[in-house]
């Protein structure tokens, strides 16, 4: 790699990491209401309480000893969603940030491009254990669009991530508590999304 290309790369570190989560648990707080009200119609209005939970407890381990790998950073916080979360966005959380945290490995240091890479492999991830698909009217309908545009900037990929949880509000649900409701779910956007647009937000944000 050249000088002119260094200067070109941001990198993101364990310190990077840490901060974009931990103003993704700001969010969730000031955001739950909003959150748990989109679970209402469609759901079972819990999903701002259950982020909360989990959020809080991924600031706490973040506080007691932050992993000084990116990777190990996206690890800690994907195990405690899992285990604190008892809805079915706490495992998919999860398994989005603690996927994409064993594909960076032990590094450093990273550059967007492994990001995105991880991040795609978490959302993978995401997709095989919950089967859904975009268009599903579910998370994966903000965080495909977002790791996509992530190759151009992460401001990009803000964008797309709102835009796909906007998206939502016409769909059918076609995966989890929502798709109960068959075509009543239409009209609505889905928590989910809109949670994982916050998220995206956040990175953005801490790029920024
Ligand atoms: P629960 O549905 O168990 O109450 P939450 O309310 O916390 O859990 O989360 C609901 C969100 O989880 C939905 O809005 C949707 O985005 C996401 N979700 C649910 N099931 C799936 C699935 N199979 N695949 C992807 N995302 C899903
Ligand atoms: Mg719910």
Redesign the pocket.
Known sequence: MTDSDDAGEPGYDAAFVRRWLIRTADVVELEAGHLTEL?SPI??A??GS??QRGFRAVRAALDQGPPDTPGGVLVLAGRQLIST??????P?YGTLLRRAGKALGDAERVGTGELQDALRAGVAA??Q????AVG?????DALVPAVEALGDSPAAAREAAERGALGTVPLQAR????SYLGERSIGHQ????AS?ALLIAALAETAA
């Open positions: 679970d759901g079972d819990d999903h259950n982020l979360v008892g809805g079915a966005s706490g998919l995401v997709a254990l919950g089967g859904a599903d009217k579910t998370m994966l995966k989890g508590r929502a889905d928590p989910g999304a994982s």
